[in-house]
């Protein structure tokens, strides 16, 4: 009908970009899609020429052109659609120099599952079949991956993620930009430190200190890390 709006049938108004276009990427556009709360208008990727297509959306440019994309598009925010930590971290940091303006959407796929009194930080993400049970507390830019769960009052800091599966008892403590890897399980009350990698198949019976690589059955130091180095 003439001058029906969008919003007039229920469809999102408000225009995002995902920065990043790898596989990690293409998960966020999967969950923003499904969400249903923003419209889509592109990529950022620092690596990719503007105009060619990634999951069937434009690149518009790189993260710095941004500021520029919210003058001439009505872009009002977006998400950082990046894996690693570090590097989720450093976009994060950039975007919030760049523009300061630009709002840190979290999105949410319709088939996770979000527990009462449980918070989630600007710019976070829970893919499919993600749980945050009761009073769990998710930082900005966080990452729960397919089907795994963080449990009641348990908590991560800002630019952590948990790997498809990872299981955490309650009131688990994970620290600023730490990875925790595919298949984890951590016992109730431990505590994890920042810039830490807990690797892939873990059982994790005790605290773990920051800026580490720990695996194993149960989980040990294996080596110190410094942050923004390689996972494994």
Not at 37 to 63: I, M, N, Q, S
Not at 159 to 165: E, F, I, Q, T
């Amino acid at each position: 009908m003439a001058g029906c709006a969008p919003a007039d049938y229920g469809w999102p108004v408000e225009r995002i970009l995902v920065i990043g276009a790898s596989g990690h990427a293409e998960i966020v556009v999967d969950s923003v899609e499904k969400e249903g709360r923003y419209r889509l208008a592109g990529l950022v990727d620092d690596y990719l020429a503007p105009g060619e297509e990634r999951f069937g959306y434009p690149v518009l440019g790189t993260h710095q052109d941004i500021p520029r994309l919210m003058a001439e598009e009505g872009i009002v925010g977006g998400l950082v659609g990046i894996g690693d930590n570090w590097t989720r971290r450093r976009i994060w940091k950039d975007v919030r120099r760049l523009a300061p303006d630009f709002r840190f959407v979290s999105v949410i796929h319709p088939d996770a599952q979000v527990g009462r009194g449980a918070s989630i930080g600007e710019g976070s993400l829970l893919m499919v079949g993600a749980i945050l049970n009761p009073g769990a507390r998710m930082g900005r830019n966080c990452v729960i991956s397919t089907n795994a769960s963080l449990d009641h009052d348990a908590s991560m800091s800002d630019h952590a993620s948990l790997s498809g599966k990872v299981a955490t008892g309650g009131n688990v403590r994970i620290g600023a930009c730490t990875a925790v890897m595919l298949d984890v399980t951590i016992a109730h009350g431990i505590t994890i430190g920042e810039h830490t990698v807990v690797g892939a198949g873990s059982l994790v019976l005790h605290d773990l200190p920051g800026r580490c690589v720990a695996y194993g059955t149960p989980a040990r130091v294996i080596r110190r890390r410094k942050p923004g180095d390689a996972y494994l």
